[in-house]
């Protein structure tokens, strides 16, 4: 079985902003729980996994863009195309802007009826 990355520049940085800032969330959140049960007696999985998300939102829209120095010390913006599977990575900001929004909203609100730990 193969995986068929289609991607330009930076935009194979996506799968990685996402699967590092998801475990790196929930393993805080797991040592957060297990440490300081009376603060935190539950581990909400929505609730850590939407944190992740936003983490990596607000990651892949921070790397967007691409700069150099020029030969005055200026930094100037490279005019590159950055996209994963053809999305632009602001995009992606984007797409995981909402997909952390409405799970961290679900842990909140509850309207999503999950198993909790």
């Known amino acids: 079985m193969s995986v ?3 991607y330009k520049n930076k935009g194979i940085l996506i799968p990685v902003y996402v699967i590092v800032s998801v475990l790196g969330v929930t393993m805080i959140a797991a040592a957060l729980h297990r440490n ?3 603060v935190f007696p539950t ?3 929505p ?3 939407g944190t ?3 983490v990596a939102a607000l990651w892949s829209y921070l790397t967007k863009d691409s700069y150099y120095k020029d030969s005055e010390g200026n930094k100037v913006l490279m005019d590159d195309e950055h996209s994963f599977w053809f999305i632009n990575m ?3 900001a984007c797409i995981f802007l909402a997909i952390g929004t409405i799970l961290v909203s679900d842990s909140f609100l509850g309207y ?3 198993q909790r730990i």
């Open 90 to 92: 602001k995009i992606w």
């Open 112 to 114: 999503i009826p999950w």
């Open 52 to 54: 992740g998300f936003l």
């Open 4 to 6: 068929f990355f289609i």
């Open 43 to 45: 581990l909400d999985v």
């Open 47 to 49: 609730g850590t996994i």
């Open 36 to 38: 300081y049960k009376e």
